[in-house]
Antibody, heavy 117, light 110 residues
Framework: QVQLVESGGGVVQPGTSLRLSCAAS????????MHWVRQAPGKGLEWVAL????????YYADSVKGRFTISRDNSKNTLYLQMNSLRAEDTAVYYC??????????WGQGTLVTVSS | QTVVTQEPPFSVSPGGTVTLTCGLS?????????PSWYQQTPGQAPRTLIY???TRSSGVPDRFSGSILGNKAALTITGAQADDESDYYC??????????FGGGTKLTVL
């Protein structure tokens, strides 16, 4: 079955960098766009970024534009989120999610990123 | 900046019907926003309920339905059950590769 498994979360200091990964299985990864969505503690879901199935187009929320980079390696069935210049407000559970046409049809379990000094 | 609006916390009686909505701070929601709905319980990942306005995701009970009501997207739960007590989020496609989630509605069944 379709499985998305995030990794790479942890506790980091403000201003530093972190790279998240999302390993996909159970479907043809190279056929689907992929999102990152985050959820700060006790808050709602926030869309972060989208990458097309072939990596040719990338889109970002204003809150992360210029600091975060979404990428993918279709040969490894893996999605990435490079997060630079991290801030306290980036503290959240980060979910990867599969794009199907114009909606999300499945989600990973999430990885927690804590930005704190 | 466009804001996607959802109701504050809501309650419904067991067996009752509730409609949650998803609107825009400016303008109307249409099928071109491809509204979709997600259910989330504490500590769990979201679960896709409804996509493309009114299509139920695989395994979702038919007591959940989606529609456009007036200028908003709507999620209706008919015959609410105790395990429907969750947070519900909508998301809209705003064009140019941008999606925006609503703030979510916490639904209590009591």
């Amino acid at each position: 079955q379709v499985q998305l498994v995030e990794s790479g979360g942890g506790v980091v200091q403000p201003g530093t960098s972190l790279r998240l990964s999302c390993a996909a299985s159970g479907f043809t990864f190279s056929s689907n766009g992929m999102h990152w969505v985050r959820q700060a503690p006790g808050k709602g879901l926030e869309w972060v970024a989208l990458i097309w199935y072939d990596g040719s187009n990338k889109y970002y929320a204003d809150s992360v534009k210029g600091r975060f980079t979404i990428s993918r390696d279709n040969s490894k069935n893996t999605l990435y989120l490079q997060m630079n210049s991290l801030r306290a407000e980036d503290t959240a559970v980060y979910y990867c999610a599969r794009l199907s046409d114009w909606w999300i049809d499945c989600w990973g379990q999430g990885t927690l990123v804590t930005v704190s000094s | 900046q466009t804001v996607v609006t959802q109701e504050p916390p809501f309650s419904v009686s067991p067996g009752g019907t509730v409609t949650l909505t998803c609107g825009l701070s400016s303008g109307s929601v249409s099928t071109s926003h491809y509204p979709s709905w997600y259910q989330q319980t504490p500590g769990q990942a979201p679960r896709t309920l409804i996509y493309n306005t009114n299509t139920r995701s695989s395994g979702v009970p038919d007591r959940f339905s989606g529609s456009i009501l007036g200028n908003k997207a709507a999620l209706t739960i008919t015959g609410a059950q105790a395990d429907d007590e969750s947070d519900y989020y909508c998301v809209l496609y705003m064009g140019s590769g941008i999606w925006v989630f609503g703030g979510g509605t916490k639904l209590t069944v009591l």
